[in-house]
């Protein structure tokens, strides 16, 4: 693991992003922005899930009015997301919405960008240049490499609003090609002081889609690239931020709910260890606090796992030791195996 | 991405591990090894999924008989996976194993780790290191962070092989802590000249311990570092061969079946992404070409996205933009989306 690169933080609304400020899970709306009742519903949702920052497209002047009154039915700081039309920019600003997000492939017109950046700077709300490889501006040179394209929009939009003085700037470089999107964001990181957005645009559904993010962000993450991650699936966003959080959990950057240990099961399994590990999963997913649980399947691994989680169990034959804080507590039969792992977990 | 690390290649059966061969894709069987009909219709099934090595514990001596009669009916190499008793390791490679995994956190014993050498060199059979760190030998420093005792636990084998002229070595360092197990493998990589089996040990149910893998392998990957993969789940082990294909398709490192490029869907979508998605994910799920499909869901990355696909479909409010091989060739109606998408998946 690298250490994490330094950027410069940003708030959008109550928000930190970038600094040594936590890595901000965010995710973005799938409802109609104009059904104001619906959208309302799914940014609570999200926030339920721990959702700390969410997007909504802005594609038209109705949805831009519905946003003033969506922004008075929820807490979650929100992210215009804005294409084509600079006039889409400044009815969301008006509309009270804490960030803007802006695609150079098609809001690159210096006087458009300087009029959204003169509006922005005087409610104090931070832009995100946002690049995709699937809709770069057609100003580049179609010869560079994409990763390189990708640098070079990002680059030129920073330039201006820096001439503008506007500095509350965040950055993304997103492709569906992992080796793409690592690339651009390993140049641009060395290039620039903003906090970055991360994410593998179009990953796909859910199983394709979330182990091409893992991979894309994991990486950069381990590089020390990233402050907020956006796990792009083709699936309710609930998704995205559940994803996004076993992302961070997984390289220790975040911490939420249980996270459980458990073996793949092999011959030397004398207990169903995939019923068993399901069974214990489905009662976790009612727990908030974080603790490690382990579920092992016979005496190879399963002691030294079982001891580095809060609560543990190394299964036998029909019966299962269990560990609390690493030490070994009891022996328990199998058919209280999980009824006894779940009250300690409540009792932690 | 790093170059790949350069490794010595190994043979198991008619696999090549390391070098500038494919990285393998590997698994291990979940059933009862003494009961055969069960472990070899598990293999077959692995096979069926483009499983390229499998793993079976042998915990026993009747398992090691058993592994003589599997290894008829299956022509996937078979790699016996041992623990505690070198006489199992002799048993297995008298049964025909192609390839063995030890554990020095439970075979360290100098007597007979070289005993089961002489055996494996007679037989022209590899040997695989492989640590855990739930099972570290306790002869080392426990004061050590945990990943240089996973190395030096690894070392010490070694060196013991080498001692003995026996150089078909293959190694793991598997934790479940991802940063941990990224630690100890950039250390060994730059150590031995010996093929990395890479992999997060325990990873846990499919949804978090897929994300886990991912993160892990992906970034280990990404750093040139591994010749072959197993992705370790609690669930049935083909769910490992499908997420280790999908972690190196996201890398560009192999290819196996179709690649869905597919939007998250916003507010800016005119027709049902995600249950479009969905349908064409299930029709792609019986075509065995690799092909890259783009199913989008408006103007801002779809036209791009469906561009650079070698499918794909642009959509818009009731009908859409089919793409093939970059040119836009027609326009379809939301009735024949995913019949026209099929017919061309299958011309192609």
């Not at 100003?139 to 201006?160: E, F, S, W, Y």
């Not at 091409?212 to 609930?238: C, K, Q």
Request: net charge neutral; aromatic share 4%.
């Amino acid at each position: 693991m690298n250490p994490r690169r330094v950027s410069k933080p940003i708030q959008i609304g109550g928000v930190t992003i970038g600094g040594d400020s936590p890595i901000v899970v965010q995710s973005m709306t799938k409802t109609d922005t104009r059904d104001i009742m619906s959208t309302t519903t799914q940014i609570k949702e999200l926030e339920e899930y721990s959702c700390e920052l969410v997007r909504v497209a802005v594609p038209d002047h109705e949805a831009a009015q519905a946003l003033k009154r969506i922004k008075k039915e929820v807490s979650l700081p929100i992210v215009a997301d804005i294409h084509f039309d600079y006039r889409l920019a400044l009815a969301a600003l008006a509309a009270g919405a804490d960030g803007l997000r802006l695609n150079p492939g098609n809001i690159g017109d210096p006087g458009e960008v300087t009029l959204i950046a003169k509006a922005a700077k005087e409610r104090d709300v931070p832009i995100r240049i946002g690049v995709n490889a699937g809709s770069l501006p057609e100003t580049g040179d179609p010869m560079l490499p994409i990763a390189k394209q990708m640098v070079a929009a990002v680059l030129k939009n920073i330039r201006l609003l820096e001439s503008l003085d506007f500095d509350r700037i965040k950055v993304s470089l997103k492709a569906f090609d992992v080796p793409t999107t690592i690339e651009a964001y390993q140049d641009i990181a060395e290039r620039i002081p903003y906090p970055l957005h991360i994410g593998i645009t179009e990953a796909g559904t859910p199983h394709a889609g979330v182990i091409r993010s893992a991979v894309g962000i994991g990486t950069l993450l381990s590089l020390g690239i990233g402050d907020t991650i956006r796990v792009s699936l083709t699936a309710h966003p609930r998704e995205e931020v559940i994803a996004g959080y076993e992302i961070l959990k997984s390289l220790n950057l975040r911490q939420r709910g249980p996270v459980l240990v458990s073996c793949p099961s092999c011959s030397r399994a004398e207990v169903d260890i995939i019923g068993l590990a399901e069974e214990v999963e489905r009662a976790l997913a009612k727990v908030a606090k974080p603790i490690r649980v382990a579920v092992m399947g016979c005496v190879v691994n399963g002691p030294g796992e079982a001891r580095d989680a809060d609560i543990g169990i190394a299964c036998g034959k029909g019966k299962a030791v269990l560990f609390k804080r690493g030490e070994p507590v009891g022996v328990i039969a199998e058919q209280d195996f999980v009824r006894v792992l779940m009250q300690e977990v409540e009792r932690f």
